[in-house]
């Protein structure tokens, strides 16, 4: 229980943390997605369900505030979170360069997801520009921010979280 809590905690810190930090570091009204490397690590340091609730709840959060209708950011989220929870058996989570190469891949997987779901549906059909100008500065102003940010969930998971019990999650199997 009292890793529910300060998960949750995290969760809602994060989210306040992205929407009014964050947003003042923009570089050209561009701002790295603090709540992507959340999701990410979670994932990958507490496994496939894990990273899967952090990701609705995050997504869920964004949805309730800034989303047009409700469940879109909490589906990307959720897609984000359990896919980085596939490395939870496979990589160590104390290596830095597991989380930034998941994070790129995450972030860009979540921007196209944007892309296609709001922009392609309505006509827009503007990729290279829409690629060079937004989705891979967020990319690299996320990884860069994975370098710092991991350290910090990675000491909150080790030093304020239950450890994880290793039959609850396999590879193989997801219950």
């Not at 949805?63 to 047009?68: K, W």
């Not at 360069?97 to 392609?120: H, I, T």
């Amino acid at each position: 229980m009292k890793s529910k809590i300060i998960l949750f905690i995290t969760i809602l810190l994060s989210f306040l943390l992205q929407s009014t930090v964050v947003k003042k570091m923009a570089i050209g009204s561009i701002s790295p997605n603090l709540l992507v490397i959340l999701c990410i690590s979670m994932g990958l340091m507490r496994g496939r369900k894990s990273g899967l609730w952090v990701g609705f709840f995050s997504g869920m959060l964004v949805d309730l505030f800034y989303g047009s209708f409700l469940g879109f950011y909490a589906l990307i989220y959720m897609y984000v979170g359990f896919f980085s929870g596939y490395a939870y058996r496979i990589c160590y989570d104390d290596e830095i360069k597991v989380p930034v190469m998941l994070s790129v891949g995450g972030d860009l997987m979540y921007n196209m997801a944007v892309y296609a779901l709001q922009f392609l549906l309505r006509g827009r059909l503007s990729l290279g520009r829409y690629l060079i100008r937004i989705i891979l500065p967020e990319v690299f102003y996320t990884a860069v921010l994975t370098f710092i940010v991991y350290r910090i969930y990675y000491f909150i998971n080790y030093h304020f979280m239950e450890p994880v019990r290793p039959e609850r999650e396999s590879i193989w199997v997801l219950k």
